[in-house]
Every structure is written in structure tokens, then in C-alpha cells.
């Protein structure tokens, strides 16, 4: 009876590990994806103040305003 016992043990302490290992991997995920946020952001700041900017309502505005957006949107963490 002792050697399932320890074997139940053993299992729950890998369960406890392997709950702490994924905590730490969704906290990274998490700082990765504001960090790709952040650097979306500011590409897209940088582009918007660069020389070349299609004229405000044009088709080419709307779609660099879209892709933009959908890269933004991407990038927002999942957690």
C-alpha cells in the first residue's frame, strides 16, 4: 500500500511542478505580446510621422489604417 502512496505523491507533486511551470510560461507569453504591442505601437507611431502618409480618407490611408490595426489587434496578449 506505501508504494502507491508514494507514487500518488510523487504524481502530485509533478502536478503542483508542471502547474507552476505553466504559470511562469503564460507569464511570458504575456510580457512578449505587450512587448510586441508596445514595438507595433511604435512602428506605427514612426510610420505615421514619416514623409510618406497617403492623404487622410484615400483607399491607401484606409488600408495602411487596417493593417495597422489588425497587427495591433494580433498582438494583444491572449491571456
Known amino acids: 500500500m506505501t508504494n ?3 507514487k500518488i505523491d510523487l504524481l502530485k507533486q509533478r ?3 508542471l502547474e507552476a511551470e505553466n504559470a511562469k510560461l503564460k507569464q511570458i507569453i504575456k510580457e512578449n505580446a505587450k ?3 508596445e514595438s507595433l505601437r511604435e512602428i506605427a507611431y514612426h510610420f ?3 514623409h510618406v502618409v497617403a492623404p487622410w480618407g ?3 490611408h484606409m488600408r495602411i489604417h487596417t493593417q495597422l490595426l489588425t497587427k495591433y489587434e494580433i498582438a494583444k496578449p491572449l491571456i
Open 15 to 17: 502536478a503542483i511542478d
Open 48 to 50: 505615421s510621422r514619416s
Open 4 to 6: 502507491i502512496q508514494s
Open 58 to 60: 484615400s483607399m491607401t
Open 35 to 37: 512587448r510586441k504591442a
